[in-house]
């Protein structure tokens, strides 16, 4: 059962690590759009509406492994990123939306709102990565 649970973990935490950076690295290069037509809201709503969904779905995976395993630090520190990621997606989803119809009507406010909020976004990405990555050098720690 400890090898499943570590294997688990270890699985989960790598998808975690790979969604977290592949959308930190894919939203960047969407700061270039104006985010001035619907269409750019809309599609970088989608982005983040899949990245959070898969966030979601990887932190409770490696919560669930590093549980099993006996590491309750690291499946707290899981389960509090699929909680910020819940309560993250609730939020940045719906203020998109907001802005992103606010946008259809040409308000500029609403364009660089829309902006900064996306950028906010990529910023808490970072922010997941560098945690990720602390808490693989912690446990990696553990093995010396």
Do not use: C
């Amino acid at each position: 059962m400890v090898s499943t649970a570590v294997f688990l973990a270890l699985f989960f935490t790598v998808v975690l690590l790979v969604t977290t950076g592949y959308f930190l690295m894919g939203g960047l290069p969407l700061l270039i759009l104006k985010h001035d037509v619907p269409l750019d809201a809309r599609f970088i709503r989608s982005f983040f509406q899949v990245y959070y969904r898969a966030a979601f779905w990887a932190s409770l995976g490696a919560g669930a492994g590093y549980g099993l395993w006996g590491r309750p630090a690291f499946a707290f520190g899981a389960l509090a990123n699929a909680a910020a990621v819940t309560l993250l997606r609730r939020h940045m989803l719906r203020a998109m939306e907001h802005l992103g119809a606010q946008i259809a009507a040409q308000d500029a406010r609403a364009i660089a709102e829309f902006r900064r909020l996306h950028a906010s976004a990529l910023l808490v990405n970072l922010l997941q990565v560098v945690l990720i990555v602390w808490g693989i050098l912690q446990l990696s720690q553990q093995f010396r």
